[in-house]
C-alpha cells in the first residue's frame, strides 16, 4: 500500500524552527518529485516546497524562500522540510505528497498523507 | 503572480450536475487539476490533465480546460460528493492552487 506519513509537527514560538519528516512507503521514493503543501485553518490549499528526484531542484512559494528547506533522504525514503524564523502565518497542516506515483503524470499531486499539524504562538 | 479563481460555493440537488470553474489567464495552455477535500480528510485527487480520471474515481467526474477556464463536471451529484474542490495548475515551476469551493447537496 502507498503511504505517506507526516511527523514533527507540534507548537513552536514565533522566530522558531521546526522540522517536519515524511516517511514513504509502498513504492520506489526515489523515482518522484515530491512536495509539501500547507492548509491554514479554515482555508485553502496552499503549494509550499517541491524537490527532484535526486535532490538537483527545488522550487518555493514566495512566503517561505530564505526560511524554508526541502530537502530528502532516498536511502531512507524520506522527504524532509526544514521550517526556519516561523511566524503566525506558518500555522496549518502541512501535507507531503508524492506527485505522479499512480498517474505517472509528474505534474499531479497522486499521494497525500495525513498531515502534520504546526502552530505557531507564543 | 499567477492565480486562480473559483466560486466560493455551488449548489446541487441531487442526481442533478454540478459544475465548478477554475479561472487563470490563459489557463487553458496549462494542465488542471482537481482535489476533492471533505471535513477532516486529506485532498484526493479527482482530475488531472484537464481530463483524466485517477483509477478509482467516478465516471461522473469529468473535466474540460479551455480559454481562461477550467471546469470541473459532476453528473448525477451523489450526496457522498458534498465536499470542498480545489482546482490546481504550475506556473513557471510553482504550483497554484485555486481559492477552493464548496459544493452542497442539497
Known amino acids: 500500500e502507498v503511504q505517506l506519513v507526516e511527523s514533527g509537527g507540534g507548537l513552536v514560538q514565533p522566530g522558531g524552527s521546526l522540522r517536519l519528516s515524511c516517511a514513504a512507503s509502498g513504492f520506489t521514493f526515489r523515482n518522484y518529485w515530491m512536495s509539501w503543501v500547507r492548509q491554514s485553518p479554515g482555508k485553502g490549499l496552499e503549494w509550499v516546497a517541491n524537490?527532484?528526484?535526486?535532490?538537483?531542484?527545488?522550487y518555493y512559494v514566495d512566503s517561505v524562500k530564505g526560511r524554508f528547506t526541502i530537502s530528502r533522504d532516498n536511502a531512507k525514503n524520506s522527504l524532509f522540510l526544514q521550517m526556519n524564523t516561523l511566524s503566525g502565518e506558518d500555522t496549518a497542516v502541512y501535507y507531503c505528497i508524492a506527485q505522479g506515483t499512480i498517474t505517472l503524470v509528474t505534474d499531479a499531486f497522486d499521494i497525500w498523507g495525513q498531515g502534520t499539524v504546526v502552530s505557531v504562538s507564543s | 503572480s499567477y492565480e486562480l479563481t473559483q466560486p466560493p460555493s455551488v449548489s446541487v440537488s441531487p442526481g442533478q450536475t454540478a459544475s465548478i470553474t477554475c479561472s487563470g489567464d490563459k489557463l487553458g495552455n496549462k494542465y488542471a487539476c482537481w482535489y476533492q477535500q471533505k471535513p477532516g480528510q486529506s485532498p484526493v485527487l479527482v482530475i488531472y490533465?484537464?481530463?483524466k480520471r485517477p483509477s478509482g474515481i467516478p465516471e461522473r467526474f469529468s473535466g474540460s480546460n479551455s480559454g481562461n477556464t477550467a471546469t470541473l463536471t459532476i453528473s448525477g451529484t451523489q450526496a457522498m460528493d458534498e465536499a470542498d474542490y480545489y482546482c490546481q495548475a504550475w506556473d513557471s515551476s510553482t504550483a497554484v492552487f485555486g481559492g477552493g469551493t464548496q459544493l452542497t447537496v442539497l
Open positions: 490533465q484537464d481530463n
Open positions: 524537490i527532484k528526484q535526486d535532490g538537483s531542484e527545488e
